[in-house]
């Protein structure tokens, strides 16, 4: 079982709904992070989160702690959103070290 | 754009072969990482340089060979790779410890 497990695994939507994808890690955790990887590769952080919750445009993020659970949500998603979402996890006695999930790839249809 | 620069962006070597990967970033980060993405399996982290010394290597095998000359600049030495190897390889620096990493765009590597 992998510390990190998203959910789901492909998401399909049409334009402008919102989109939820989950994530559940199983260690103590010192900060969580969301990716975006579009084609081609690229990756750019998203968010990094210790607590509560951070909202950018349309893109917010969440975690309980307690429940060692976060979620990515996005609204009034449009097509250029389709990519791959990653959750990665920093423990507390990892440094500088990511583990990350496998990714939900999210593709958002005109 | 991304302040981290990756070359090539595509690299196709026989088993043979020697070949190198190179990272560059701009944003004057003191940590600098290399990752290996293979297909429908997670981002493995390879290795971890801060202030150019490695700091942790994750049982790679010695075929990879790193390099850090100074905290700008990353290489990945590659040489009698498999055909397993072949993956995305991904660059990424922070200012260390729990910040941000920021990736470079990957070098994709097909082994034949």
């Known amino acids: 079982k992998n510390e990190v497990e998203q959910s789901p695994q492909n998401l399909t939507a049409q334009e402008g709904e919102f989109i939820t994808i989950n994530c559940s890690y199983s260690v103590g955790i010192s900060a969580l992070h969301w990716l975006q990887q579009h084609p081609g590769g690229g990756i750019v952080s998203l968010f990094m989160l210790s607590s509560g919750k951070k909202k950018h445009g349309r893109l917010i993020a969440t975690i309980n702690i307690q429940e060692k659970h976060s979620s990515l949500h996005i609204t009034a998603s449009h097509p250029r959103d389709s990519a791959v979402y990653i959750c990665?996890?920093?423990?507390?006695?990892?440094?500088?070290?990511?583990?990350f999930g496998e990714g939900t790839q999210l593709t958002v249809n005109p | 754009e991304t302040g981290v620069t990756q070359t090539p962006r595509h690299l196709v070597m026989g088993m043979t072969n020697k070949k190198s990967l190179k990272c560059e970033q701009h944003l004057g980060h003191n940590a600098m990482y290399w990752y290996k993405q293979s297909a429908k399996k997670p981002l493995e982290l390879m290795f971890v340089y801060n202030f150019k010394e490695q700091t942790e290597n994750n049982s790679v095998p010695s075929r990879f060979s790193p390099e850090c000359p100074n905290s700008s600049h990353l290489f990945l030495h590659l040489h009698t790779l498999q055909p397993e190897d072949s993956a995305l390889y991904l660059c990424?620096?922070?200012?260390?410890?729990?910040?941000?990493?920021?990736f470079g765009p990957g070098t994709r590597l097909l082994v034949l």
């Open positions: 990424a620096s922070s200012q260390g410890g729990p910040e941000t990493q920021y």
């Open positions: 990665a996890v920093r423990s507390e006695t990892s440094g500088s070290r990511l583990t």
